[in-house]
């Protein structure tokens, strides 16, 4: 899809005037000829404002693809089958099945999941608890550790032969590693790191995700191929609750060309304890309102008296105060506590999308018109050198009753 300039229909002062009209200096007129370069970013001012017909925009074909030949919304389920976590299904995956349910309610579709690992167990049955109408297991000692060939082999296979119309994965480690390899694998396009999603009655998936920094919430559709793949974040949506299983467990035959890869694993080094804010339960953050390095310590002492993880936004990473891993936004973590207290942050909508699926927010700022406020729940207008020592009173009170 693009920009179309008919010039049989431009005069040289009307391309003069197109040149003029467009933002991104992206026309050019040699030899009579309007012209419109690769700075075009195609937002169509001069379609609307300039002489009608002279330049128009045009979507690409589609390739005519049969969506009926693809049914179904799939979850890729990661499993563990080796270390501290072995036998345990990552609880991304359970959110994922909980959205692909209510997706699926709009098309009536049957929702998949996958299973890759060895030893699977009971992990099966628990996705079927979970909501899945079918849960498709490749199970082999091959998938005991995490080896990207086999495992998009895998997938692959799967898509091949079960035909989803959408495939939602985990955006962790593994999952986006994963899954851009086996969207190029079957030509598919990928919308990563997705913080809303809906379905059109046509199967069409609209995968939402912030863009242009943050400042616009891009909605992605791709009509014109399938499957549809997307990743989500850890904590943007809710894990159902359990129900009883109606669904079947299909086991998939492991191949030869599965189990073949360039990588081999020589040994397994113990991977130190991580941070990890996104399990907290209660979270005090802090921004740019804190006037020094030092002030931590009063923030440190509200997280202390409420049993809470202690974060920040990114201009404290930036700065050296904070390890990175307590960061809540788009490029860091994205956290769903049952309380979150926000000190001196003025909710840019990359923070804002990390946090606000918490379940009680409470906002600490001098400016009555930041942006956070528009997500709290409830809001302290003031110093938070003033306001944290009360909070921290009270705090202290409730402990001691």
């Known amino acids: 899809m693009g920009i ?7 005069t040289p002062k009307e391309a003069d005037a197109l040149m003029k009209l467009c933002p991104f200096g992206a026309f050019s007129y040699e030899k009579g000829e309007l012209s419109a370069g690769p700075a075009c970013r195609m937002c169509r001012l001069c ?57 699926a309610s709009v098309t009536g579709h049957p929702v998949y999941a996958l299973l890759i690992g060895s030893g699977t167990g009971d992990a099966a049955e628990q996705l079927l608890e979970y909501g899945a109408d079918a849960v498709y297991v490749y199970d082999n000692k091959v998938f005991t550790d995490f080896i990207i060939s086999p495992f998009a082999a895998t997938f692959t296979d799967f898509i091949q032969k079960v035909k989803p119309s959408s495939i939602l994965v985990g955006a962790t480690s593994r999952g986006r590693s994963l899954a851009p390899k086996v969207a190029a694998r079957v030509r598919a396009g990928l919308t990563a790191d997705c913080t809303m999603l809906e379905m059109k009655e046509n199967t069409d998936l609209v995968q939402i995700r912030p863009a242009f920094g943050g400042n616009i919430m891009a909605r992605i559709v791709t009509p014109g191929t399938r499957p549809q793949f997307c990743t989500v974040r850890y904590k943007i949506f809710s894990a159902p609750e359990k129900q009883l299983p109606h669904g079947r467990i299909v086991m998939m035959d492991v191949t030869g ?80 506590p049952k309380l979150i207290i926000t000190l001196g942050i003025s909710g840019s909508v990359q923070f804002a999308a ?48």
Not at 4 to 10: F, G, T
Not at 315 to 335: H, K, M, N, Y
Request: aromatic share 6%; proline share 5%; net charge neutral.
């Open 4 to 10: 179309v300039v008919h010039n049989d229909r431009i």
């Open 257 to 336: 060309d599965m189990l073949s890869g360039s990588t081999e694993i020589i040994s397994i080094l113990p991977k130190p304890e991580e941070i990890d804010i996104s399990d907290a339960e209660v979270i005090v953050a802090v921004g740019r309102g804190l006037k020094s390095k030092d002030d931590i310590r009063l923030a440190s002492d509200l997280a202390k008296a409420l049993g809470a993880q202690l974060a920040c936004t990114r201009p404290l990473v930036e700065a050296g105060w904070f390890d990175p891993r307590r960061q809540i936004g788009l490029s860091g973590r994205t956290v769903k």
């Open 47 to 103: 379609v609307k404002n300039g002489p009608p017909g002279a330049v128009t925009f045009e979507e690409e074909k589609t390739s005519g693809i049969n969506k009926d030949l693809w049914r179904g919304i799939a979850v890729y389920a990661e499993y563990c089958s080796r270390g501290k976590n072995s036998g345990r299904v990552h609880p991304v995956s359970l959110e994922l099945l909980g959205k692909a349910r209510e997706l």
């Open 354 to 401: 990390g946090m606000r699926n918490s379940d009680v927010i409470i906002a600490v700022n001098s400016d009555r018109n930041a942006p956070i406020f528009s997500v709290a729940h409830r809001g302290f207008v003031g110093d938070l050198y003033g306001i944290v020592p009360k909070l921290l009173e009270k705090a202290e009170e409730y402990r001691n009753v």
